[in-house]
């Protein structure tokens, strides 16, 4: 694939990696290419970071045509930089856009681009463990008609950003709130696509916990708002007795890399993970009667973060003493040993840039 690039003339400026925080800064290059039904993909570019002009009438603004995806670029200490599990994400925004009816890309093709740009973005991944360049790719549709339907013309861009950790509390617990009014989405929605709208749904519920002094929400399923499904950004474990639960992925859930991963690394140390429908009643009498162990949330952005409040139905309940467990512990030394190269790769999941 031939790839066009156009230098930015801006100096490159890494902030203090100390003060990262997530999604702030961006560097000084995007990837651009462009859909036509019929033409397919063309004009794949790499251009200096810059804003976009669409036209007042383009898909996106109207209809929501998006999705989007998050992976991250990890340095080692000697310097190597590496993806953790990219196909997963690529075959994941095509299963995001045949959702949304938007555009498929060609899987060999989408990682070419992916690492032509990392590569070209290569001195803005961070050095530190812990920090990383976050990557996000994203596609919309882009028709210049206000007709609803299929998208006839699309754009697919990365933007990357160095980033540090997602919540301020780092890997310390993180305090959560059991929506019970709004819902996310619904089985035969698009919960299991990433995309935009999902995100702009959640926004209300995510005010209204921000408000208490929560972090997000936990969402309850929408058809019988009994079901557990996930968190704003992750995907949520619970430890009840020894059990690792972790709710089922019935459609409207997102299905995370991460999530996908710590269940791997926990059923290779011996722990029994079960995926299945587990209700927020379930969960509340786990945490009154104290076998509710450990509770931990899991996602690119978000790495393993424990939960050490939920709040549901205005009661708050405190889980290990607020403290982080055992068990979520050694799932984030593992994965992050993995991703920072600290360990080694057993399961195949790296790939080197
Ligand atoms: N659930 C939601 C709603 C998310 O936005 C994310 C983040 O991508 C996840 C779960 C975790 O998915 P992954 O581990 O693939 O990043
Ligand atoms: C990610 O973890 O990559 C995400 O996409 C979460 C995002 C909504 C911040």
Known sequence: MDIKIIESEKAMSLP?????????????????????????????RIVPFANISLHPASTVLHYGSEIFEGLKAYRTE?????????????????????????????EGEALEILLAYVRHEADW????????????????GNDETLGVHTVGHATFMIIASPSGSYYKEGINP???????????????????????GNYAAS???????????????????GV????????????VMFKINGEIITPALTGSI????????????????????????????????????GTLEEAWGCGTAAVVSPIG?????????????EKIGEVTQKLYDILTGIQWGKREDSFGWIMKV
């Open 78 to 106: 000697d310097g190597e930089i590496r993806l953790f599990r990219p196909m997963e994400n690529i075959k994941r925004m095509n299963r995001s856009a045949e959702r949304m009816c938007l555009p498929t890309l060609d």
């Open 174 to 196: 993180v305090k959560i709130m059991i929506e019970s009014e709004d819902v996310r989405t619904v089985r035969g929605g698009t919960g299991y696509a990433k995309c935009g």
């Open 254 to 289: 997102l299905p995370g890399i991460t999530r996908n991963s710590c269940i791997a690394v926990l059923r290779d140390l011996g722990y029994k993970v079960t995926e299945r429908l587990f209700s927020v009643d379930e969960l509340i009498a786990a945490l009154k009667d």
């Open 203 to 221: 926004n209300r519920a995510g005010e209204r916990a921000s408000k208490k002094g929560y972090s997000q929400v936990l969402w309850l399923d």
């Open 309 to 321: 409040r939920l709040m549901y139905e205005d009661v708050e309940y405190v889980i290990n003493g």
């Open 125 to 140: 991944v961070p050095h530190s463990f812990g920090t990383s360049l976050y990557l996000r790719p994203y596609m919309f």
């Open 224 to 235: 019988e708002r009994k079901y557990i499904e996930e968190v704003g950004a992750m995907n």
């Open 16 to 44: 203090k990696e100390s003060e990262l925080g997530f999604g702030h800064y961006f560097t000084n290059h995007m990837f651009v290419m462009d859909y036509e039904a019929g033409r397919g993909w063309y004009n794949p």
